[in-house]
């Protein structure tokens, strides 16, 4: 049966499926009100911050590999990738925070795909090769940005064009 009452300061006392509480709640409720051991809830989010100088291409930035994740997938689909990079703001001339001017030529992707390992072995003068099982393979996705800056070619990476000003 669910009670309905505020869950602010106050001694109760009453019955939470099937068992008795005689409490005061001395912090807010938590994630599992009724279990022990209590944990704070987990926010993936940082809250925007005005007073903060922010690089909206941050690495350190919680979930920004999740961001990256979406473009490349999201990329990798679209119809017309001029205009997908458009709109994901990666730009076509860039300046880096030294002043060198760079110009786009290409997005690379790779997938790479895990299917053994290698591990030394005891005393170190040998390896030993094992095949992963298929739960343990595992899949990762690289991405570069490819620019010519008048006299090589430069690859960045995806936080590294985030970071280009406009020419």
Do not use: C
């Amino acid at each position: 049966m669910h009670r309905d009452h505020a869950h602010h300061s106050h001694d109760h006392d009453h019955d939470h499926a099937g068992h008795d509480h005689d409490h005061e709640h001395a912090q807010p409720h938590r994630i599992g009100h009724n279990a022990k051991g209590r944990q704070a809830a987990v926010q993936w989010q940082t809250p925007h911050d005005p007073s903060a100088n922010h690089s909206h291409a941050a690495e350190g930035e919680p979930d920004f590999d999740l961001v990256e994740s979406a473009f490349l997938t999201g990329f990798s689909a679209a119809p017309d990738p001029t205009s997908f990079l458009r709109l994901a703001r990666i730009p076509f001339a860039g300046r880096t925070a030294e002043g060198d001017e760079l110009k786009l030529l290409r997005v690379e992707t790779e997938e790479a795909v895990d299917v053994g390992a290698v591990t030394p072995q005891l005393g170190g003068g040998s390896m030993r090769y094992d095949p992963l099982p298929a739960k343990m393979v595992s899949r990762r996705r690289n991405l570069a940005f490819i620019y010519f800056d008048g006299v090589r070619i430069r690859s960045l990476s995806f936080t590294e064009a985030l970071a280009l000003t406009t020419a």
